[in-house]
């Protein structure tokens, strides 16, 4: 099992360019979050996805934040365009349903500068 | 709408003092499960344990232990003989039912265990 894959583990981009982050869930696992993280704001959650349907994005701070998940083992995360406020770590998870362990990647930190 | 509060933004204990992390948590819902994670300085986040709404038993594991208490809303979580490399931030979670549903978090505590 290697656990849930997250890329690129860092990026640095300059304001104005479109971001994507990118999550490959556990295999088997059917639900799907993306969070934030922030010295100011904690851990947040962006939107989550069960069996690839959006449940909830009401987290996703603007329009120029958009989630997919066009399939079970793949999920992307986009910014566009970036600004220096969207610097932070992106974590995703992957959960099942019948089980409760929720499994974090490692992380995507971004800099927009 | 669910809610976790951990209180205390950041300790700092010597090491091998025990050290307790406070969490309290609002839910209007009966079931409801509670986690606990620790982030190291290398950033990951790292699943230390579970607990559904239904089982109020304490549970010990090493130097680790967690003191649920539905009548005060609290989820405790303590550390006996606190070692530097329990330096972590640690995220108390709150989440109604099975995975489907979202993890809402505290704002972490930070401990500093020096030596």
């Known amino acids: 099992d290697a656990g849930v894959i997250q890329s690129p583990r860092h990026e640095v981009t300059e304001m104005g360019q479109e971001v994507t982050l990118r999550c490959k869930p556990i295999s088997g696992h059917n639900s799907l979050f993306w969070y934030r993280q922030t010295m100011m704001r904690g851990l947040e959650l962006l939107i989550y996805?069960?069996?690839?349907?959006?449940?909830?994005d009401s987290g996703m701070p603007e329009d120029r934040f958009s989630a997919k998940m066009p399939n079970a083992s793949f999920s992307t995360l986009k910014i566009q365009p970036s600004e220096p406020r969207d610097s932070a770590v992106y974590f995703c998870a992957s959960s099942l349903d019948r089980d409760l362990g929720y499994t974090f990647g490692s992380g995507t930190r971004l800099t927009v500068v | 709408a669910q809610k976790v509060t951990q209180a205390q933004t950041e300790i700092s204990v010597v090491e091998k003092e025990d050290v307790t992390l406070d969490c309290v948590y609002e839910?209007?819902?009966?079931?409801?499960?509670l986690f606990w994670y620790k982030q190291p300085p290398s950033g990951e986040l790292v699943f230390l344990i579970r607990?559904?709404?239904?089982?109020?038993q304490n549970e010990i594991s090493g130097r680790y232990s967690w003191n649920f208490q539905k009548s005060t809303s609290s989820f405790n979580f303590t550390i006996t003989a606190s070692q530097v490399v329990d330096s972590a931030v640690y995220f108390c979670?709150?989440?109604?039912?099975?995975?489907?549903?979202?993890?809402?978090f505290g704002k972490g505590t930070k401990l500093t265990v020096n030596p």
């Open positions: 607990r559904n709404s239904f089982d109020e």
């Open positions: 839910t209007r819902d009966t079931t409801y499960y």
């Open positions: 979670a709150l989440t109604l039912q099975g995975g489907s549903e979202k993890l809402v």
């Open positions: 996805f069960n069996n690839n349907v959006p449940i909830d």
